[in-house]
């Protein structure tokens, strides 16, 4: 084996340390057998990248160099061997130094380490004096252009320049230049050459120069370009020939923006029996005349034609570079059957003066389309899509449109009953389809539309009301807002202050409690959904009642003094009333309104009612606040009535006896006067009585032959005297 000699010079050398040898392997080396420590050390002018021995990288930890002054340990195979390869960082050129083993360790290289370029080994030399040298590469279109190659520029119309755009590229390792006033040269006059811009092309650097060819007559040509520099190898040259035809149409086909060839087909692959499927096909025109297409005799051809048809076809005059589509629409009537069909396009292109094509396609037992297709709004860009199982399905497609007539366009494929559909607008309205693909492919039937609109955010609701409800409650009602799903109430002592969310509410109204009364508030209300919050509504305000007046006191009841049938019930004023409401019964229980007064007035008599019977009263007050809650009763008896019957019998001795029809109950006061008009004063009450009359016998301080008047009354349960009788009269004896 060769022996890799080291200068040792005053300058940073690159060492290699190791313990063991390798096999020669110029692409780096061979598969460990055992575990030994080798050892790289930089210690040249230069840092160093891709340092590879034996298969090893000898880069420091968490980088891809070795940098000068630097050393690097890897385990390698105990008999590696190989060719130590490097990058000098500086210029970027690859390096390899010569044949190692093991027995060379520790290995140094210094700046007269001897080395040659990878690629080209004629450049070799020390690691500090190893020429940079460049090296030309030409493309065109992206793609290399090898020297004396040929390249073809195809055909030309006469008088119409065409451009040959040429990449030149410096993929050595020092600086290209191109030399002489015109590097690139063209034999042929009829090729023009625009010169690079540039003399000069750094490492890894471009130019670009070009040729511009017109031809001026139906002929064959070519030209030698010539692209002299410094490069090694010498001058760089190649060829370009061109066609120059006559002006005429030049009809080709696309189909998937791919050319389709003279006799060849489209296929239409699996198609659902009785479904159809359709194809759009462009013919283009890259001639510069007019291409003109007998239209009549666009036909299909062909034993199964009748599975095809012809929706659109292509229009009769096409200019030059300009292009028209026609359609072709397949539906299969047999399953499992190879349908094909040849479609003829003649025009003056006398090249392709008919031009054919063949369209085919299998007819296919579809699967049923899904059930159960059901669509919902998740959010306001997000709809849900569910379906039931198809039996024997493999994986299902689903469409969307814009509208239930429209084209629905394939959005997504899964193997699931489900499909989110996502990025769509707000408060927009889908209609879906879903349909089923069996193992083989063929996609059956469409389900039939479903629609289903995204959520939005809700309006701003309209028709807030506000009304007091009583002297603590107000009741906020609006309209129902579409797509709401709740509605939040704001409330503010005025409208110039900030609103604050007093309330929710999932209907139309809310009723705001625990205010205070005759007070003025503000109300505004916003709708809400998933999607968010409206804005609020325009403010409304309504006040609250003012508060019921507190209940009267000092009730009072008595009977009327001029009436049997009367009662008069009075009570304190009550500041804050507008009103007052008397209440009776006949019983310490279930009491009616017999009547109301206005305030100040603060009695009322209860009439019509009867004699020498007790009633109880009870009174309130009211406003528009409401109405107190009643007054404890009191009671009080009606006065009885004046007895009748009453007769007097005289002619008695200094005696009189008075007599009237009895009162059941009542206790009787009698009284007397001398005149009829006159004052009567208390004389006494009955003696005695029977079961209907009762009697007095007025025998105190009479005189003889005297007329006296007599009236009787009596009292009721309260012990209030009634009514006087009518006087009577009788006279005593003489």
């Given at each position: ?153 195809g ?5 119409n ?14 600086k290209?230049?191109?030399?002489g ?15 690079p ?46 066609k ?91 399953a ?22 063949w369209?085919?396609?299998t ?12 669509v ?21 497609k ?25 990025g ?36 701003i ?46 209907t ?21 959904n ?25 009730v ?13 019930v ?107 008009s ?16 009762r ?40």
């Amino acid at each position: 084996m060769k022996k890799l000699l080291f200068v040792f010079a005053a300058m940073t050398a690159l060492v290699l340390v190791g313990c063991n040898q390798p096999t020669d392997d110029p692409n780096g080396g061979t598969t460990p057998v055992g575990a030994i420590t080798f050892t790289i050390k930089n210690e040249s002018s230069y840092d160093l990248s891709s340092v590879k021995w034996s298969g090893v990288s000898f880069a420091l930890p968490d980088s891809e160099d070795l940098l000068k002054g630097t050393a690097s340990k890897k385990e390698v195979a105990e008999d590696a061997q190989g060719y130590l390869t490097f990058t000098r960082k500086d210029s970027g050129i690859n390096l390899r130094a010569s044949l190692l083993t093991m027995d060379d360790s520790p290995f140094t290289i210094l700046n007269s380490t001897v080395v040659s370029e990878v690629g080209n080994e004629s450049n070799s030399g020390t690691l500090a004096s190893i020429g940079l040298l460049p090296k030309l590469e030409i493309k065109k279109d992206g793609l290399s252009i090898a020297k004396n190659e040929m390249v073809t520029g195809g055909e030309i119309v006469v008088n119409n320049q065409k451009q040959f755009v040429f990449t030149l590229k410096n993929s050595g390792s020092g600086k290209l230049q191109l030399t002489g006033t015109e590097p690139v040269k063209s034999s042929n006059a009829s090729f023009l050459v625009v010169q690079p811009e540039s003399s000069e092309i750094a490492v890894n650097g471009i130019l670009q120069f070009i040729v511009n060819f017109n031809p001026l007559a139906e002929d064959d040509y070519s030209t030698i370009i010539t692209v002299k520099s410094n490069d090694p190898s010498g001058d760089f040259v190649f060829t370009i020939s061109a066609k120059g035809v006559l002006p005429k149409p030049i009809i080709i086909l696309l189909y998937d923006g791919n050319e389709i060839a003279q006799n060849g087909s489209i296929n239409m692959g699996a198609v659902i029996i009785d479904k159809s499927k359709t194809v759009e096909v462009t013919v283009k025109n890259t001639g510069v005349e007019l291409l003109t297409i007998t239209t009549p005799g666009v036909v299909l051809s062909g034993e199964n034609a009748d599975v095809f048809s012809i929706v659109s076809k292509p229009s009769a005059n096409i200019s030059a570079g300009s292009e028209s589509k026609f359609t072709v629409k397949y539906t299969p009537t047999v399953a499992d059957q190879n349908d094909s069909a040849k479609l003829s396009i003649p025009s003056n292109d006398t090249s392709r003066a008919n031009f054919t094509i063949w369209f085919q396609g299998t007819g296919k037992t579809g699967l049923a389309a899904p059930t159960g297709l059901s669509v919902s709004a998740q959010s306001s860009s997000d709809m849900a899509i569910s379906w039931n199982l198809v039996s024997g399905a493999e994986s299902y497609k689903i469409y969307r449109s814009g509208s239930a007539s429209g084209t629905f366009i394939e959005i997504g494929t899964g193997s699931i009953t489900a499909h989110n559909d996502t990025g769509l607008a707000e408060g927009t309205t889908y209609w879906y389809k879903v349909s089923a693909v069996s193992s083989d492919g063929t996609e059956g039937y469409q389900s039939p539309a479903v629609s289903g609109t995204t959520l939005s955010m809700p309006t701003i609701p309209a028709g807030v009301s506000a009304a007091a409800a009583s002297s603590s409650g107000i009741t906020v009602s609006w309209s129902i807002v579409s797509g709401a799903v709740s509605y939040k109430i704001y409330r503010s002592n005025s409208s110039s202050e900030i609103f604050t969310i007093v309330g929710t509410s999932d209907t139309t109204s809310y009723s705001d409690t625990g205010l205070t009364a005759n007070t003025t508030y503000y109300y505004t209300v916003s709708a809400n959904n998933s999607v968010g919050e409206s804005a609020q509504s325009s403010f409304v305000s309504a006040t609250t009642n003012v508060a019921p007046p507190p209940t009267p006191t000092g009730v009072y009841a008595s009977a009327v003094s001029s009436s049997s049938s009367g009662i008069t019930v009075s009570w304190g004023a009550v500041t804050t009333a507008a009103g007052y409401r008397i209440y009776r019964s006949t019983e310490s229980g279930s009491y009616t309104q017999v009547g109301t007064v206005s305030h100040p007035t603060t009695s009322y008599t209860d009439t019509g009612l009867s004699s020498n019977t007790t009633y109880y009263y009870k009174v309130s007050a009211y406003n528009s606040g409401g109405e107190s809650t009643q007054s404890s009763y009191k009671s009080a008896a009606t006065l009885t009535d004046a007895p009748t019957g009453v007769y007097t019998v005289g002619n008695l001795y200094r005696s009189m006896l008075v007599y009237w029809d009895d009162i059941p109950g009542v206790n009787y006061l009698i009284y007397r006067s001398t005149t009829s008009s006159g004052t009567y004063t208390y004389v006494g009450y009955p003696n005695g009585g029977d079961a209907s009359h009762r009697w007095f016998i007025d025998g105190v301080g009479l005189s003889d032959n005297t007329t006296y008047w007599y009236k009787i009354s009596s009292r009721n349960s309260d012990g209030y005297e009634g009514l006087q009788s009518s006087a009577v009269s009788g006279k005593t004896r003489p």
